[in-house]
């Protein structure tokens, strides 16, 4: 056995902590490895291992550590590259242990920002009647490159975004009293809040005026 390597005397289960093992070595300090680090580098009893290697060995097991914890942060929702980032360095993983992490998790289609766009456009519009300028705007804040806000965008449907505007014009004008007018504005500012567009926002808003005064002459009618 050469100088600078060390023979490992046991692998023992790390009772406390799934699926983690510890190295101990006749030489240098033990370790605390993920068994997949361990059946990589075949950490067995009586191999030789050099100790300038423990420490590429230490840093592939941080990498799968991020990993394994970046697995179980996605299985609550989609995220973005940026999300994932913030909530890596919240674990206190370093600059070197995170690209390498989330470059692993784009290789895998685990994290992917162009699919996470149109996505998020999508649900945004039809469950939560939210306009595109809000969607953008979100987007934006989550990290996503403008290339991919840009097709998320272009990829939502104008007929669904106003019949969403007129269904979210029809709320709010139920919620407003007053003169007809001041209704309508009242709507129509609500709207430009929400995202849609002023010329959105103004039709939606004058559409279900219209509907209301005819409703109102009908009952009179009658």
Do not use: C
């Not at 840093?59 to 973005?80: F, N, S, V, W």
């Not at 919240?90 to 149109?118: F, G, S």
């Not at 010329?199 to 009952?219: F, H, L, P, T």
């Amino acid at each position: 056995m050469q100088q600078d390597e060390t023979i490992i005397v046991k692998v023992q289960l790390d009772e406390k902590q799934r699926n983690r093992y510890i190295v101990f070595f006749e030489n240098a300090e033990s370790i605390n490895v993920h068994e997949d680090t361990i059946v990589k580098y075949r950490l067995t009893k009586g191999s030789e291992v050099s100790i300038s290697f423990l420490e590429e060995i230490i840093r592939a097991d941080e990498q799968h550590k991020g990993y394994i914890q970046a697995l179980t942060y996605l299985q609550r929702k989609p995220r973005t590259r940026m999300e994932m980032a913030k909530y890596l360095q919240q674990k206190e993983y370093d600059d070197e242990t995170i690209p390498i992490v989330l470059d692993r998790l784009e290789r895998e289609w685990l994290v992917d920002d162009a699919a996470y766009a149109e996505q998020w456009a999508e649900q945004r519009i039809t469950r939560h009647s939210k306009g595109s300028r809000w969607i953008r705007q979100e987007l934006k804040q989550k990290g996503v490159h403008e290339n991919h806000i840009r097709t998320a965008i272009e990829s939502i449907d104008p007929e669904q975004e106003w019949e969403s505007a007129v269904g979210a014009a029809a709320k709010k004008w139920r919620q407003t009293r007053g003169e007809t007018y001041i209704r309508k504005n009242k709507v129509a500012a609500y709207l430009a809040r929400r995202g849609f567009s002023s010329e959105m926002s103004r039709k939606a808003a004058q559409q279900v005026a219209d509907e209301s005064v005819r409703n109102d002459q009908g009952e009179e009618t009658w």
